[in-house]
T-cell receptor, first 115, second 111 residues
Framework: GQQLNQSPQSMFIQEGEDVSMNCTSS?????WLWYKQEPGEGPVLLIA?????ELTSNGRLTAQFGITRKDSFLNISASIPSDVGIYFC???????????????FGKGTKLSVKP | DAGITQSPRYKITETGRQVTLMCHQT?????MFWYRQDLGHGLRLIYY???????DKGEVPDGYVVSRSKTENFPLTLESATRSQTSVYFC??????????FGQGTRLTVV
C-alpha cells in the first residue's frame, strides 16, 4: 500500500529552538497537508500545500511542497511549550488518480519541548 | 452544534461481539473517512466515502463494514470484534474545497 515516511519519529528540544521534520513518499502526491494532534483530541490541520515548490507559513510554522512532489517539510521556529504534540504529514497520492478520498498519513513526529 | 461528532467516546466490548461506532457531521461534506490510530502505525485509513451510497476500502478494511445511507452519517461496524481491533478510531469529513476535519475519537477496547 501507499506509504508516507515521516522523520524523525520523536524530538526532544529546548524551548526557543527551531524544529524541522519531513515526509517522503515513493509516489507523487498532488496535495501535502500537515496536522497536529494533542492528547485526547483528533488531528487539526495546520498547513495545506497544493503546488510543487509552494512555501506556506502559518505563524511560526512554515511548510514546503517539494519540487519532486514526493516530499514535504515542516519547520517550527522558536518553539514554545504549547507546540508539544504529534505532527502528521498527509496527502493525496496521484497513484490513486489524486482521489480526495484516499487521504493517507505518515506515522507522526512526537514533539516534546522542555521549558 | 456544527461540527463532527463521534459516539461513543469510550467502549469496552468482548471478543466476537458486534460493535458500531457512530460518526455524524453537520457540514454536508461529501467525503467521510474512518481511521484507526495505533502506536507505531500512525493513522491508517480503514474506509472512506465520497458521497452517500459510495464507499471504498482504505489500507486496513478487513473486519470492518461501513455504510453511508445519509450524507451526514458514516457508521463503522466491527461485525465480530477481535483483540487486534483494540484501537482509537477517528472519523473525519471533508468538503470539496476544504481539507479534512476530525472528530475527537472513540477509544475501543476488545477484551
Amino acid at each position: 500500500g501507499q506509504q508516507l515516511n515521516q522523520s524523525p519519529q520523536s524530538m526532544f528540544i529546548q524551548e526557543g529552538e527551531d524544529v524541522s521534520m519531513n515526509c517522503t513518499s515513493s509516489s507523487i502526491f498532488n496535495t501535502w497537508l500537515w496536522y497536529k494532534q494533542e492528547p485526547g483530541e483528533g488531528p487539526v490541520l495546520l498547513i495545506a500545500l497544493y503546488k510543487a515548490g509552494e512555501l506556506t507559513s502559518n505563524g511560526r510554522l512554515t511548510a514546503q511542497f517539494g519540487i519532486t512532489r514526493k516530499d514535504s517539510f515542516l519547520n517550527i521556529s522558536a518553539s514554545i511549550p504549547s507546540d508539544v504534540g504529534i505532527y502528521f504529514c498527509a496527502g493525496h497520492s496521484l497513484n490513486y488518480g489524486g482521489s480526495q478520498g484516499n487521504l493517507i498519513f505518515g506515522k507522526g513526529t512526537k514533539l516534546s519541548v522542555k521549558p | 452544534d456544527a461540527g463532527i461528532t463521534q459516539s461513543p467516546r469510550y467502549k469496552i466490548t468482548e471478543t466476537g461481539r458486534q460493535v458500531t461506532l457512530m460518526c455524524h457531521q453537520t457540514w454536508s461534506h461529501s467525503y467521510m473517512f474512518w481511521y484507526r490510530q495505533d502506536l507505531g502505525h500512525g493513522l491508517r485509513l480503514i474506509y472512506y466515502s465520497a458521497a452517500a451510497d459510495i464507499t471504498d476500502k482504505g489500507e486496513v478494511p478487513d473486519g470492518y463494514v461501513v455504510s453511508r445511507s445519509k450524507t451526514e452519517n458514516f457508521p463503522l461496524t466491527l461485525e465480530s470484534a477481535t483483540r487486534s481491533q483494540t484501537s482509537v478510531y477517528f472519523c473525519a469529513s471533508k468538503g470539496q474545497n476544504t481539507e479534512a476535519f476530525f472528530g475527537q475519537g472513540t477509544r475501543l477496547t476488545v477484551v
